[in-house]
T-cell receptor, first 116, second 114 residues
Framework: KAGVTQTPRYLIKTRGQQVTLSCSPI?????VSWYQQTPGQGLQFLFE???????NKGNFPGRFSGRQFSNSRSEMNVSTLELGDSALYLC???????????????FGNGTRLTVT | AQSVAQPEDQVNVAEGNPLTVKCTYS??????LFWYVQYPNRGLQFLLK??????LVKGSYGFEAEFNKSQTSFHLKKPSALVSDSALYFC????????????FGSGTQLTVLP
Protein backbone atom coordinates (compact mmCIF):
# COMPACT_ATOMS: atom_id res chain seq x y z
CA LYS A 1 0.00 0.00 0.00
CA ALA A 2 1.51 3.31 -1.03
CA GLY A 3 2.21 5.80 1.72
CA VAL A 4 1.42 9.49 1.89
CA THR A 5 3.02 11.31 -1.03
CA GLN A 6 3.97 14.96 -0.89
CA THR A 7 5.19 16.94 -3.87
CA PRO A 8 7.49 18.63 -4.46
CA ARG A 9 10.12 17.58 -1.88
CA TYR A 10 12.02 20.85 -2.12
CA LEU A 11 10.98 24.31 -3.18
CA ILE A 12 12.75 27.66 -3.27
CA LYS A 13 10.65 30.79 -3.60
CA THR A 14 11.13 34.52 -3.29
CA ARG A 15 9.38 36.79 -0.82
CA GLY A 16 6.02 37.92 -2.12
CA GLN A 17 5.47 34.92 -4.34
CA GLN A 18 2.88 32.25 -3.71
CA VAL A 19 3.28 28.49 -3.53
CA THR A 20 1.09 25.40 -3.76
CA LEU A 21 2.00 22.13 -2.09
CA SER A 22 0.34 18.82 -2.84
CA CYS A 23 -0.48 15.80 -0.69
CA SER A 24 -1.87 12.43 -1.78
CA PRO A 25 -3.13 10.41 1.19
CA ILE A 26 -3.08 6.68 1.65
CA UNK A 27 -5.82 5.03 -0.36
CA UNK A 28 -9.04 4.93 1.65
CA UNK A 29 -8.01 7.74 4.00
CA UNK A 30 -10.48 10.59 3.97
CA UNK A 31 -8.71 12.98 6.32
CA VAL A 32 -5.67 15.09 5.51
CA SER A 33 -3.99 17.32 8.08
CA TRP A 34 -1.23 19.84 7.43
CA TYR A 35 1.56 20.83 9.82
CA GLN A 36 4.37 23.35 9.69
CA GLN A 37 7.64 22.25 11.29
CA THR A 38 10.37 24.72 12.18
CA PRO A 39 13.31 24.43 14.59
CA GLY A 40 12.02 27.26 16.74
CA GLN A 41 8.28 26.54 16.84
CA GLY A 42 8.22 22.76 16.45
CA LEU A 43 5.17 21.17 14.87
CA GLN A 44 2.28 23.55 14.42
CA PHE A 45 -1.12 22.50 13.14
CA LEU A 46 -2.37 24.35 10.08
CA PHE A 47 -5.67 22.69 9.19
CA GLU A 48 -7.47 19.42 8.66
CA UNK A 49 -9.74 18.44 5.81
CA UNK A 50 -12.20 15.59 5.84
CA UNK A 51 -14.36 14.72 2.85
CA UNK A 52 -13.55 18.04 1.17
CA UNK A 53 -14.55 20.11 4.22
CA UNK A 54 -12.20 21.95 6.54
CA UNK A 55 -12.80 20.48 9.96
CA ASN A 56 -10.21 22.21 12.13
CA LYS A 57 -7.96 25.18 11.68
CA GLY A 58 -4.85 26.28 13.52
CA ASN A 59 -3.72 29.76 14.38
CA PHE A 60 -2.19 30.85 11.08
CA PRO A 61 -2.91 33.96 9.02
CA GLY A 62 -5.27 33.87 6.08
CA ARG A 63 -2.32 33.67 3.69
CA PHE A 64 -2.34 29.97 4.47
CA SER A 65 -5.19 28.13 2.83
CA GLY A 66 -6.02 24.65 1.71
CA ARG A 67 -8.51 22.48 -0.04
CA GLN A 68 -9.35 18.86 -0.54
CA PHE A 69 -10.59 17.21 -3.68
CA SER A 70 -13.13 14.43 -4.11
CA ASN A 71 -10.35 11.84 -4.37
CA SER A 72 -9.05 13.04 -0.93
CA ARG A 73 -5.94 14.61 -2.39
CA SER A 74 -5.19 17.93 -0.75
CA GLU A 75 -3.37 21.09 -1.65
CA MET A 76 -2.04 23.82 0.56
CA ASN A 77 -1.43 27.35 -0.69
CA VAL A 78 0.63 30.10 0.86
CA SER A 79 0.32 33.55 -0.68
CA THR A 80 2.61 36.56 -0.31
CA LEU A 81 5.44 34.48 1.08
CA GLU A 82 7.51 35.79 3.96
CA LEU A 83 10.97 34.72 5.10
CA GLY A 84 9.41 33.21 8.21
CA ASP A 85 7.40 30.79 6.09
CA SER A 86 10.56 28.79 5.45
CA ALA A 87 9.81 25.41 7.00
CA LEU A 88 9.14 21.75 6.45
CA TYR A 89 5.47 21.31 5.61
CA LEU A 90 4.10 17.93 6.54
CA CYS A 91 0.81 16.37 5.65
CA UNK A 92 -0.72 13.42 7.42
CA UNK A 93 -3.64 11.22 6.51
CA UNK A 94 -5.93 9.00 8.54
CA UNK A 95 -9.05 7.00 7.95
CA UNK A 96 -11.50 8.90 10.10
CA UNK A 97 -9.68 12.07 11.02
CA UNK A 98 -8.20 13.46 14.20
CA UNK A 99 -11.44 13.51 16.12
CA UNK A 100 -12.36 10.01 15.09
CA UNK A 101 -11.31 6.56 16.17
CA UNK A 102 -7.73 7.43 17.14
CA UNK A 103 -6.22 5.54 14.28
CA UNK A 104 -2.69 6.94 13.97
CA UNK A 105 -1.71 9.68 11.60
CA UNK A 106 0.41 8.63 8.62
CA PHE A 107 2.84 11.32 7.60
CA GLY A 108 4.43 12.09 4.28
CA ASN A 109 8.11 13.02 4.04
CA GLY A 110 7.27 16.68 3.71
CA THR A 111 7.99 19.58 1.41
CA ARG A 112 10.99 21.69 2.40
CA LEU A 113 10.12 25.31 1.51
CA THR A 114 12.84 27.93 1.50
CA VAL A 115 11.85 31.56 1.06
CA THR A 116 14.64 33.94 0.04
CA ALA B 1 -7.21 23.29 26.59
CA GLN B 2 -4.67 20.57 25.92
CA SER B 3 -0.89 20.73 26.06
CA VAL B 4 2.12 18.47 26.16
CA ALA B 5 5.65 19.06 27.41
CA GLN B 6 8.87 17.28 26.62
CA PRO B 7 11.26 18.70 29.19
CA GLU B 8 14.47 17.48 27.54
CA ASP B 9 15.59 18.81 24.17
CA GLN B 10 18.39 16.25 24.01
CA VAL B 11 18.92 12.82 25.53
CA ASN B 12 22.17 10.91 25.15
CA VAL B 13 22.48 7.24 26.06
CA ALA B 14 25.08 4.55 25.43
CA GLU B 15 24.19 1.66 23.16
CA GLY B 16 22.83 -1.26 25.15
CA ASN B 17 21.67 0.92 28.04
CA PRO B 18 18.01 1.56 28.79
CA LEU B 19 16.55 4.79 27.48
CA THR B 20 13.75 7.06 28.66
CA VAL B 21 12.25 10.02 26.84
CA LYS B 22 9.97 12.06 29.07
CA CYS B 23 6.53 13.48 28.32
CA THR B 24 3.96 15.18 30.51
CA TYR B 25 0.53 16.34 29.41
CA SER B 26 -2.41 18.46 30.41
CA UNK B 27 -6.02 17.90 29.29
CA UNK B 28 -9.42 18.69 30.72
CA UNK B 29 -10.72 15.15 30.49
CA UNK B 30 -9.14 11.81 29.71
CA UNK B 31 -6.10 11.82 27.42
CA UNK B 32 -5.34 10.02 24.23
CA LEU B 33 -1.53 9.86 24.04
CA PHE B 34 0.82 9.06 21.17
CA TRP B 35 4.52 8.75 20.44
CA TYR B 36 6.00 9.42 17.01
CA VAL B 37 9.57 9.25 15.73
CA GLN B 38 11.17 11.32 12.98
CA TYR B 39 14.35 10.40 11.14
CA PRO B 40 16.30 13.07 9.22
CA ASN B 41 14.53 14.38 6.13
CA ARG B 42 11.54 12.14 6.76
CA GLY B 43 8.04 12.51 8.10
CA LEU B 44 6.87 11.28 11.48
CA GLN B 45 6.28 7.59 12.07
CA PHE B 46 3.79 6.27 14.61
CA LEU B 47 5.32 4.25 17.48
CA LEU B 48 2.53 3.61 19.96
CA LYS B 49 -0.59 5.02 21.57
CA UNK B 50 -2.51 4.93 24.83
CA UNK B 51 -6.27 5.15 24.61
CA UNK B 52 -7.50 3.15 27.59
CA UNK B 53 -6.68 -0.03 29.48
CA UNK B 54 -3.25 -1.22 30.57
CA UNK B 55 -0.93 1.53 31.66
CA LEU B 56 2.03 -0.11 29.92
CA VAL B 57 1.74 0.14 26.16
CA LYS B 58 4.01 -1.75 23.80
CA GLY B 59 4.81 -0.44 20.36
CA SER B 60 7.07 -0.76 17.36
CA TYR B 61 10.82 -1.48 17.41
CA GLY B 62 10.82 -2.63 21.05
CA PHE B 63 9.57 0.67 22.47
CA GLU B 64 7.05 0.89 25.26
CA ALA B 65 5.47 3.70 27.23
CA GLU B 66 3.97 3.92 30.68
CA PHE B 67 0.86 5.97 31.31
CA ASN B 68 0.78 7.51 34.79
CA LYS B 69 -2.43 9.38 35.45
CA SER B 70 -1.44 10.79 38.84
CA GLN B 71 1.76 12.26 37.42
CA THR B 72 0.14 13.11 34.05
CA SER B 73 3.09 11.48 32.32
CA PHE B 74 3.61 9.18 29.36
CA HIS B 75 7.33 8.41 29.23
CA LEU B 76 8.78 6.43 26.33
CA LYS B 77 11.15 3.62 27.24
CA LYS B 78 13.30 0.92 25.70
CA PRO B 79 15.29 -1.66 27.68
CA SER B 80 18.34 -1.65 25.40
CA ALA B 81 19.09 1.25 23.07
CA LEU B 82 20.43 0.82 19.53
CA VAL B 83 22.45 3.34 17.54
CA SER B 84 19.67 3.19 14.94
CA ASP B 85 17.22 4.53 17.56
CA SER B 86 18.90 7.93 17.23
CA ALA B 87 16.15 10.25 15.99
CA LEU B 88 13.73 13.00 17.02
CA TYR B 89 10.86 11.80 19.21
CA PHE B 90 7.52 13.54 19.60
CA CYS B 91 4.84 13.01 22.20
CA UNK B 92 1.28 14.07 21.30
CA UNK B 93 -1.98 14.38 23.19
CA UNK B 94 -5.65 14.85 22.49
CA UNK B 95 -8.49 15.33 24.94
CA UNK B 96 -10.76 12.30 24.61
CA UNK B 97 -13.81 14.48 25.03
CA UNK B 98 -13.07 16.77 22.12
CA UNK B 99 -12.80 16.53 18.38
CA UNK B 100 -9.70 18.66 18.34
CA UNK B 101 -6.50 17.81 16.55
CA UNK B 102 -3.45 16.32 18.22
CA UNK B 103 -1.14 18.69 20.05
CA PHE B 104 2.53 17.75 19.67
CA GLY B 105 5.37 18.35 22.07
CA SER B 106 8.50 20.20 21.04
CA GLY B 107 10.42 16.99 20.42
CA THR B 108 13.39 15.30 22.06
CA GLN B 109 16.53 14.49 20.08
CA LEU B 110 17.75 11.07 21.14
CA THR B 111 21.36 10.19 20.43
CA VAL B 112 22.56 6.66 21.10
CA LEU B 113 26.32 6.53 21.37
CA PRO B 114 28.20 3.45 20.14
Amino acid sequence: KAGVTQTPRYLIKTRGQQVTLSCSPISGHRSVSWYQQTPGQGLQFLFEYFSETQRNKGNFPGRFSGRQFSNSRSEMNVSTLELGDSALYLCASSRTGQGGDNSPLHFGNGTRLTVT
Amino acid sequence: AQSVAQPEDQVNVAEGNPLTVKCTYSVSGNPYLFWYVQYPNRGLQFLLKYITGDNLVKGSYGFEAEFNKSQTSFHLKKPSALVSDSALYFCAVRDAGSARQLTFGSGTQLTVLP
